[in-house]
């Protein structure tokens, strides 16, 4: 079973991440993490670091407010609302996302399987100047 601690500190390393704390990702994962999300699909810490260091390099700022955590055994489940700032999006205005976080723990707590679902189109295609105005467009239609 994992210890609730676990899920805080994951929380609370995530609320801290940017570009210069990729190198503390052995305290939260595994080394043979799986990590997806609807973009990515990655294994092994090595490859989330690279992904994390490419990720936030041009993030301006970057913050989760959790909602829902739910713990059972060595699986959690976490809902946010994630809030960034990159300068190529929306431009360089506040971009907010809801989103879960499905986490399965290791015997020593650190993260092992990590799965984040989220609207693609609300974090990113929405936010491209040519792309998101076809985006909204279409999204008017159908409703």
């Not at 990159?86 to 971009?95: D, I, M, N, Y």
Request: with cysteine; glycine share 4%.
């Amino acid at each position: 079973m994992a210890d609730p601690a676990a899920l805080e500190a994951f929380c609370t390393f995530f609320n801290k991440l940017d570009n210069t704390c990729t190198e503390k990702l052995y305290e939260v994962y595994t080394e043979d993490v799986i990590f997806s999300d609807p973009l990515h699909h990655i294994e092994g810490r090595e490859a989330l670091e690279r992904y994390f260091s490419a990720m936030y390099e041009n993030v301006k700022q970057c913050q989760f407010s959790y909602h829902t955590r739910q713990l059972q055994d060595h699986q959690a489940f976490v809902t946010w609302t994630m809030t960034f700032i990159h300068p190529r999006l929306a431009g360089g205005k506040p971009v907010s996302v809801e989103g879960c976080s499905a986490l399965t723990f290791a015997d020593d707590g650190r993260v092992l399987r990590h799965h984040d679902y989220f609207d693609a189109g609300a974090m990113l295609y929405e936010h491209l100047p040519l792309m998101g105005s076809v985006i909204r467009w279409l999204k008017n239609r159908l409703a």
